[in-house]
C-alpha cells in the first residue's frame, strides 16, 4: 500500500481568536494517493475547517500531542517557500470562489496556472490570455464554455462555482480539496459537476475529497464516506456500510438535510453503489 498523501493523527484545530470549543477535535484520518472521499455532516461539524487544514490554511493546535503531514512532512514544520512548494500540490476550491469580479473568466480561470508560469508570462496573460484553449476546455467540461469571454460579475452563482472548478482544472495539484461545489447547482448539473471531478481525479491519480450537503449524491458517488459531528469524526466507512440509522443520527438534533435517501432510496442506493 503506498504511503499516505495526509496522516492526521488526533489533530485538534481552534480557529484564530475563537475562545470556545475548538472546531476539529482529536481527528484521526489517512488519505491515500488516488483516493476519493465525500466529508458530510450537519452545519458547523467542521467540514470547511478540516478542507481548509487539509489546504495547510489553518495551522494545528501542537500542544495536544497530535500529529499532521502532508506529502510526507509536516507543513508548519517547514519554512514559508517550502510551504509555499507543498501548497501548489494541492488545490482548494472554496464554496465561493474568489474571482475578481471585474476579470475576464478566461484570465480568471487561467489564474490557476500563475505558479509555473514567469512573471512576464503572467503580466501578458493579464492584457492577452496566453492559454485561451486550455481554458476553454476546462469549462467546457462543467457546460461552461460559452463564458470564456464573460465578466465574472455577470455570471449566475452556479456558474461562478463552475468557473472556480474550471480553475482546479488547470492546476497540477494531486490534492483536490473542494468544498461543497454542488450548493448553486441544479441536479443535472451537480451529477455532470460530481461526475467531471471525479474523472479528474482518477486521471491525474489525485486524491479528491469533497465536502457534501446531499448526503444522497455522497454516497452515490464516493467509495469512502467520512461523517463529521460537533468538530470529531463520526464514523469514516466504506459507503457500503453507512446505514440510514448512522445518518439519522449524523443528523439527530438538526434540520434533515433537503434531499436525504429515504430508507427505500437508500437501500437501493448502497445496492448499486456497492455493484459499481
Ligand atoms: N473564521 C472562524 N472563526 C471562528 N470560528 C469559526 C470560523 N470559521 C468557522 N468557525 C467555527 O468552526 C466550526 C466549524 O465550522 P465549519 O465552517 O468548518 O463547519 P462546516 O461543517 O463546514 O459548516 P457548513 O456546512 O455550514 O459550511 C463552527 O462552530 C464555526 O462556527
Not at 31 to 51: M, N, R, V, W, Y
Not at 55 to 65: F, V
Not at 118 to 125: D, E, F, G, M, Y
Amino acid at each position: 500500500m503506498s504511503a499516505p498523501l495526509y496522516l492526521l493523527e488526533r489533530l485538534t484545530v481552534r480557529h484564530a481568536g475563537a475562545a470556545s470549543a475548538p472546531a476539529l477535535h482529536a481527528i484521526d484520518l489517512a488519505i491515500a494517493p488516488g483516493e476519493q472521499l465525500a466529508l458530510i455532516g450537519p452545519s458547523g461539524a467542521g467540514k470547511t475547517t478540516l478542507l481548509a487544514t487539509l489546504a495547510c490554511n489553518h495551522q494545528p493546535q501542537s500542544d495536544d500531542g497530535g500529529r499532521y503531514t502532508a506529502f510526507g512532512a509536516d507543513p508548519w514544520a517547514l519554512d514559508n517557500a517550502a510551504r509555499h512548494r507543498l501548497r501548489a500540490r494541492l488545490f482548494l476550491a472554496p464554496q465561493t470562489p474568489p474571482l475578481p469580479p471585474r476579470q475576464r473568466v478566461v484570465t480568471a480561470v487561467l489564474a490557476a496556472r500563475l505558479p509555473h508560469w514567469s512573471l512576464w508570462r503572467a503580466l501578458r496573460s493579464l492584457v492577452k490570455p496566453v492559454e485561451p484553449e486550455a481554458a476553454y476546455r476546462a469549462l467546457a467540461r462543467f457546460n461552461l464554455g460559452d463564458k470564456l469571454y464573460s465578466r465574472v460579475d455577470r455570471l449566475s452563482g452556479g456558474e461562478r462555482q463552475r468557473c472556480g472548478l474550471a480553475r482546479l482544472m488547470l492546476s497540477d495539484a494531486q490534492a483536490l480539496l473542494v468544498d461543497e461545489p454542488l450548493s448553486a447547482l441544479d441536479p443535472a448539473l451537480s451529477q455532470l459537476t460530481l461526475s467531471t471531478l471525479q474523472q479528474e481525479a482518477r486521471e491525474r491519480n489525485a486524491a479528491l475529497v469533497c465536502s457534501l450537503h446531499q448526503v444522497e449524491l455522497a454516497l452515490a458517488n464516493f467509495p469512502r464516506i467520512v461523517a463529521l459531528k460537533q468538530g470529531s469524526i463520526a464514523f469514516d466507512l466504506p459507503r457500503e456500510q453507512v446505514t440510514e440509522a448512522m445518518i439519522a443520527e449524523l443528523y439527530l438534533g438538526e434540520q434533515p438535510p433537503a434531499n436525504a435517501p429515504s430508507l427505500h432510496e437508500s437501500a437501493e442506493k448502497l445496492a448499486i453503489g456497492a455493484c459499481l
